[in-house]
């Protein structure tokens, strides 16, 4: 369209979008936001509103949408939930005051991503906003990778080197979720771009020019932020991906921060952090073992995040989150923890008065962002005082506390008396609801701060008494009793004297406006005072707005402080949560039991639970059946757990999984005695076909996955194994689940659990040392197959799937014809097994045989079970059986066996 055919308004609009090609740009007009052409046709999409066009335009009709002005934030939310930019565009003067223009003045405010949004309304309380920055270097290879909230303050960066660098960024990608990543542009000259897909974990991404991402130019942008000379204090010398990722970061943040706000000093640490000072979990357990997300296909499933998020504040929730991710792995902390649940478990008035107090606290970390940037609302400054005043109550709580981590939480709480006493005396009890300051809002500040403030508004309310005496004494003065001090729009304050009394006018009134009837003067005192009122409104706005400003940037300068509380109120909340949890489901403290360099030491669980199912079982009046579970590194090395579909395997698994975790977060556990070891990381695998609902996983995928427990499991892991094998044909499954185990026994050395429902895995359990079975039990009752849920010693006494056939009503001829099918398969196989018999067994030495394992050394590896011969002699009815049919008998068994 040509320029000249548009209207003005349709060219500022332009000018403004071409500054701002990536965002969608919502643009002020009167009560609505209204979007234009390409932009318009994505919101209405995603918003569900109606696409209209714009005819005033010549040539082509213009598409456009508009959301209301005072719902945006909910439409801003979907589109930055939608992986949209926005940048807002608002009226920057009063539509009133045009004289004579026909615009008004328009500027973008503010641009809002996904990974920079600070508005309480667009964020989810209870999660992290993220805004990550990938860096990448293949000749290494490796990847650089930073994060901040700028919501919280949170600032850190991390690398990798390495042939598993990718894999471990894109693990540590999907723990995070990032809501924006940076990455430099594909054609990128002096950076690489590394092709990521950041599908899985649910952010969108941002291209960069690739200079942003230069080593020198992040070096220099972080070292002016922080004001150091370098950033070894940081602990990032020779980490040069993270520096050049952090530095990216913070280039894009400066970019996009708000015009006019304040800065970004709530930034005020880069944190380099390595991955052993927390228990690992890659991406694949952290699925299977459902901690934050349910599985796939079920959005409101329970998690244990779910199970155990009875936190009182957002600040907690977001920490026990990052808990239950990050497990710690260091016996100091976690018994620190330990601990002051312990007390906070036996107080409990205190600890139910504390959660109560904690309700009240808003969501500080955010708050003191938004107060940094510049951007902190009235109302929220109203919050956060009352917010701080349950500081005092807490605090006194914590004063006697025994507890050392309680004791630390009290004096790191600051009551911040000074920051609330200043808002109390500053700010107005209920200010109105205002975004920022527009034109007529005012009335944040309370009556009494400031004197000029005070005239000014008393100015306004004494007003009509003013002029009132005013005229009454000019009156008197001039003996005009007709005298009139008006008002009007256009010529302001005025006094009328009637042409009658026109020779009694004092020499000081000076003429405006003569009327038919009569003129019109004013006079220097009223001049004065008309200067004054007008201005008023205005004056008042501007010193409102200096003063919130000047309160505002004096708590910025308290954002340390206010951080650290906030800190200490999260950590607080998580801990008398997890006390409340454990009074409340019967969970006892776990002992950590110190563990040599092999792995050895005893992992005991004692009436286990899984917290998940039990509380699911629970809302449906039944009871979950407690299991226990030992292991040592020796020779209970690796469980192997058989039993029927359905019988309670996975949840065994799953359970000492979650119960390892819940301990090393510092939280009591779902049992009656848990001595636990600590472990590094946890493994979780599922063989493929219990997991086609997720559509990928693929018979490779799942060998990818157990090639890396084999890889990088160490003796202080635990590794959960759930029928792997399952995604191939039978033989190749056992197979390779057989060599698995034989390799974790030999070389891996990990504590592992193995549910199977390859029945003849079980042999292992004779063969080498550190295997144990276990199975889960049943019973038959009325032809039906009752799970008792018992995890037992030894194997299943049998494969179940025909039993369960049978039960099921399958006919007797099927069953019977099945058997038989099975009888000679097992047959078959046991020739090829006769080659596989394992070599000699490591461990058998130095831990002591065990007791199952030196008789069955012998064993093949599928015993075949003759069931014709067995279902012959169970068949027989020897009360009835002639010495001769007897004879003949045993000849044919025998026959049949030979
Ligand atoms: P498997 O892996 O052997 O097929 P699961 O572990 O999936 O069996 O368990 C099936 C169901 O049995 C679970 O969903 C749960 O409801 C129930 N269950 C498992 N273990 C127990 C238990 N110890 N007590 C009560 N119910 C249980
Ligand atoms: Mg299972």
């Known amino acids: 369209m040509a320029a000249e055919n548009i209207t003005p308004l349709m060219r500022q609009y332009q000018t403004l979008k071409r500054q701002h090609p990536q965002a969608l740009l919502l643009f002020r007009l009167g009560d609505f936001y209204e979007l234009f052409y390409e932009d318009a046709i994505v919101a209405a999409r995603i918003l569900q509103i109606t696409l209209t066009s714009r005819s005033r335009e010549s040539g082509q009709p213009v598409p456009m949408c508009g959301v209301p002005h005072h719902s945006a934030e909910n439409y801003i939310a979907r589109l930055l939930r939608a992986g949209h930019k926005v940048a807002i565009c608002e009226q920057m003067e009063d539509a009133a005051k045009l004289k004579g223009r026909k615009l008004v003045r328009r500027e973008v405010v503010r641009v809002i991503t996904p990974g920079t949004a600070t508005d309480l309304a667009l964020l989810e309380p209870k999660e992290n906003n993220f805004l990550a920055a990938v860096a990448w270097d293949s000749s290494v290879p490796a990847a ?41 542009r594909p054609e990128s000259l002096f950076t690489e771009a590394l092709p990521l897909d950041l599908g899985a974990s649910g952010g969108v991404e941002t291209r960069l020019d690739d200079w942003v991402f230069r080593e020198d130019h992040a070096e220099r942008l972080l070292t002016t932020h922080f004001g150091v000379v370098t950033l070894e204090g940081f602990g990032l010398t020779g980490h040069r991906l993270a520096v050049s990722a952090a530095g990216a970061i913070l280039h894009y943040l400066q970019d996009t921060s708000v015009k006019g706000g304040g800065g970004l000093e709530h930034l005020d640490r880069l944190a380099f952090y390595d991955q052993p000072d927390a228990l690992v979990l890659d991406s694949v357990s952290v699925r299977n073992l459902e901690l934050v997300t349910p599985a796939a296909g079920d959005d409101k499933g329970p998690t244990l995040l779910s199970c155990l998020d009875d936190t009182c504040t957002p600040l907690g929730a977001r920490l026990l989150r990052s808990w239950i991710l990050r497990p710690s792995v260091d016996a100091e902390e976690i018994e620190a923890r330990l601990a002051a649940v312990a007390e906070l478990k036996s107080q409990t008035v205190a600890r ?21 940037l510049g951007v902190v609302m009235p109302r929220e400054l109203v919050a956060l005082r009352h917010s701080l005043g349950r500081i005092p109550v807490l605090r006194g709580f914590l004063a006697a506390s025994r507890a050392a981590r309680l004791a ?62 005013m005229e009454d004494r000019e009156r008197k003065r001039s003996g005009i009793a007709s005298l009139k001090i008006r008002y009007n729009q256009v010529f302001g304050y005025y006094i009328e004297v009637s042409k009658a009394n026109l020779h009694l006018v004092p020499a000081d009134f000076e003429r405006k406006q003569t009327l038919v009837n009569a003129e019109r003067f004013t006079m220097p005192e009223l001049k004065e005072y008309e200067r004054r009122v007008l201005d008023a409104d205005e004056r008042i706005l501007e010193i409102e707005r200096r003063l919130f400003s000047e309160l505002r940037q004096w708590i910025s300068t308290q954002a340390g402080r206010l951080r650290q509380t906030a800190a200490a109120l999260a950590q607080l909340d998580v801990l008398a949560t997890f006390a409340h949890l454990a009074a409340a489901r019967n969970y006892v403290r776990p002992e950590l039991v110190a563990e040599d360099d092999g792995g050895r030491a005893e992992l005991v669980l004692a009436g286990a639970r899984h917290p998940v199912i039990e509380r699911l079982l629970e809302q449906r009046g039944e009871r979950f059946v407690p299991n226990d579970l030992y292991l040592d590194g020796g020779a209970h090395l690796v469980l192997l757990i ?69 890889n990088l499991a160490t003796p202080h892991s635990l590794v959960l194994l759930d029928e792997v094998g399952r995604g191939t044909a039978t033989f190749d499954g056992l197979s390779i689940a057989w060599a698995v185990v034989e390799h974790i026994h030999a070389e891996t050395r990990c504590r ?51 039993e369960v056939a049978r039960l ?28 596989l018999s394992p070599g000699a067994d490591p461990g ?44 003949n008998l045993l000849a044919r068994l025998k026959d049949q066996v030979s």
């Open 408 to 469: 630390a939480l009290h004096a790191q709480l600051d009551e911040l008396a000074d920051v609330r006493e200043r808002i109390a005396a500053a700010i107005a009890d209920d200010p109105p609801a205002v975004k920022a300051f527009g034109p007529s809002e005012t009335g944040v500040i309370r009556a009494g701060y400031n004197a000029d403030l005070d005239d000014l508004r008393a100015l306004g309310s004494k007003g009509r008494q003013t002029i009132a005496a």
């Open 808 to 835: 099921a009503g399958l006919p007797r001829r099927v069953i019977e014809r099945a058997r038989e099918i099975l009888a000679r398969h097992e047959q078959k196989e046991h020739k090829l097994s006769a080659e």
């Open 844 to 887: 058998a030495g130095e831990n002591g045989a065990s007791p199952r394992s030196a008789p069955a050394a012998q064993q093949p590896l599928f015993t075949p079970i003759d069931r014709e011969v067995l279902e012959a002699l169970r068949d027989a009815d020897l009360d009835q059986l002639r010495p001769i049919d007897a004879l």
């Open 144 to 184: 650089g990778l930073a994060f901040v909230d700028i919501s919280t303050g949170e600032f850190r960066a991390t690398e990798w080197s390495g042939a598993d660098a990718r894999a471990k960024l894109e693990d540590e990608l999907l723990l995070l979720r990032p809501r924006e990543v940076l990455m430099p």
């Open 642 to 710: 058989t039993g029927p579909n359905m019988g309670g395997k996975s949840t065994y698994l799953r359970q000492a999984a979650l119960l390892v975790l819940m301990a090393q977060m510092g939280s009591f556990v779902p049992a009656q005695q848990a001595r636990l070891p600590i472990v590094d990381r946890i493994f979780t695998r599922i063989g493929a076909s219990d997991n086609l609902a997720r559509g990928r996983s693929t018979f490779l995928v799942e060998m990818s996955e157990v090639a890396a427990i084999l």
């Open 752 to 802: 592992t659990l193995f549910a199977t429902h390859y029945h003849e895995l079980t042999e292992l359990g004779g063969l080498l040392s550190g295997v144990q079975n276990v199975h889960v039990s049943v019973k038959e009752a009325g032809g039906n197959i009752v799970f008792l849920r018992r995890v037992e010693p030894g194997c299943a006494d049998r494969s179940y799937g025909i």
């Open 352 to 372: 139910e008065e504390i959660r109560h107090d904690l309700t009240g606290v808003l969501d500080l970390e955010r708050l003191n962002s938004r107060i940094t």
